[in-house]
C-alpha cells in the first residue's frame, strides 16, 4: 500500500485515570493483570489462565491459539542470574499444547504469533506453526494477517546490526517514521489486521497512528511498554504510565502499594487512545501486555480457561 511521507501533528494530552471516554468500537481485549492473562468482553472481566507467573502473551485469532512466556531461574551468583524463558503455545480448539524453549517476548501479527527477532535476521519464527516468516530486507517486521502489508526496520549499509528508519512495503518503498521516533524496544510498532493502520511510539516521542493516505496523527504519553495493538477501525491500546505509584514484584506482577509499603515505581495501565481523542485514556488501572480480540476470540478463550492446567501442572 502506497503512503505519503507523514507530517506529524501532536495533541498534548494528559493521561487521567477515570476521565470520560467514548466506547471503543473494539468489544473485547485481553491484557496481563498480575502475571495471569485476563479478558474483558462486553463489560464482564474474566481471568483466563491462573498461573501467576506469565510475563509475556499473544492471541492469534487466524489460527485459533494462545501463546504465553514464562521464564526459570536456572542458576544464579552473588552478582547475575542465568535465565531461561519457554513459551507454551495452545490450540483454544483442541487444548493440545507445545513448548518452545528460549522464547521470552510474544506478538500477535501476520496471522500468527511471532517469538523475539533477535539480532539483525530477516525472518521471525511463527511459534505456532513453525514457520519461518522472510520479508528481506526486512529486519524487524509486523504485518497484515494475510501478509500482503509489512512495516518494519531494514538493514543500512554494511553495518551488520544498523537499522533505519521505520518503513512500508515490499520492497520497502514509504517512509513512515523516523527511528529516532520509535521506541529502542523496536517491537513497539504493529500493523492492522487488515493492513490499513500502523501504529508505533517513541520512548519519549508521541504514540501515532497513520492510516490511508493522509498525515500521522499522535498523542503524548506517559511511561510506555509492551506492543502496541491496533484495530482495523484505528483504535490502539498501549500499557501506558497511569502517574500513580505502585510496588513491583517482578516487571508482571504490580499493584498499588497497601499500608506501610512504599511504591518503587509507576504504575502501567491499559491505555486507549484513537484519532480525535485528545488524551489516552484509561480501560484498566493496573496491567500491561494490551491485545484487541474479537468476541468469538474471547469466547475461544473462556472455554479453554475452564480445563486450563494451573502453574506447576502438567502442560
Known amino acids: ?28 481485549f485481553a491484557f496481563l493483570l498480575k502475571g495471569d492473562v485476563t479478558t474483558v468482553c462486553q463489560g464482564k472481566t474474566s481471568q483466563i489462565t491462573h498461573r501467576g507467573d506469565i510475563e509475556s502473551f499473544a492471541v492469534s485469532e487466524e489460527l485459533s491459539s494462545l501463546a504465553y512466556a514464562t521464564s526459570q ?37 501476520c496471522g500468527g504469533i ?31 494477517a494475510d501478509r500482503r502489508v509489512v512495516a518494519g526496520f531494514v538493514k543500512d549499509g554494511d553495518t551488520k546490526d544498523q537499522i533505519r528508519d521505520l518503513y512500508e512495503g515490499i520492497p520497502p518503498s514509504t517512509k513512515i517514521a523516523a527511528v529516532g521516533d520509535v521506541s529502542t524496544f523496536i517491537r513497539n510498532f504493529n500493523v492492522s489486521p487488515d493492513g490499513s493502520k500502523v501504529a508505533w511510539f517513541g520512548d519519549v516521542r508521541a504514540l501515532c497512528l497513520l492510516s490511508g493516505t493522509g498525515p500521522a496523527q499522535c498523542v503524548d504519553h506517559s511511561t510506555m511498554d509492551d506492543p502496541v495493538s491496533v484495530s482495523n477501525s484505528g483504535e490502539v491500546l498501549v500499557a501506558d504510565g497511569t502517574g500513580e505509584g505502585c510496588l513491583y514484584k517482578n516487571s508482571y506482577d504490580f499493584s498499588p502499594p497497601r499500608r506501610g509499603e512504599t511504591a518503587n515505581d509507576e504504575c502501567l495501565g491499559i491505555g486507549y487512545w484513537k484519532p480525535g481523542l485528545k488524551s489516552i485514556e484509561f480501560l484498566e488501572p493496573i496491567g500491561r501486555n494490551p491485545q484487541w480480540l474479537s468476541s468469538g476470540a474471547a469466547d475461544l478463550l473462556g472455554k479453554w480457561s475452564i480445563t486450563a492446567p494451573r502453574r506447576n501442572a502438567p502442560n
Open 73 to 109: 531461574i536456572t542458576k544464579r551468583d552473588a552478582v547475575s542470574a542465568l535465565v531461561a524463558y519457554t513459551a507454551t503455545v495452545v490450540s483454544l480448539k483442541t487444548g493440545a499444547s507445545k513448548r518452545i524453549e528460549g522464547v521470552a517476548r510474544l506478538v500477535s501479527t
Open 114 to 144: 511471532l517469538g523475539d527477532q533477535v539480532g539483525p535476521r530477516t525472518s521471525g519464527r511463527d511459534v505456532v506453526t513453525g514457520e519461518d516468516l522472510n520479508f528481506s530486507p526486512y529486519t524487524f517486521f509486523r504485518c497484515s
Open 1 to 28: 500500500m502506497k503512503r505519503s511521507k507523514p507530517e506529524v501533528f501532536i495533541v498534548a494530552a494528559i493521561s487521567a485515570a477515570g476521565a470520560c471516554f467514548a466506547q471503543p468500537n473494539e468489544p473485547c
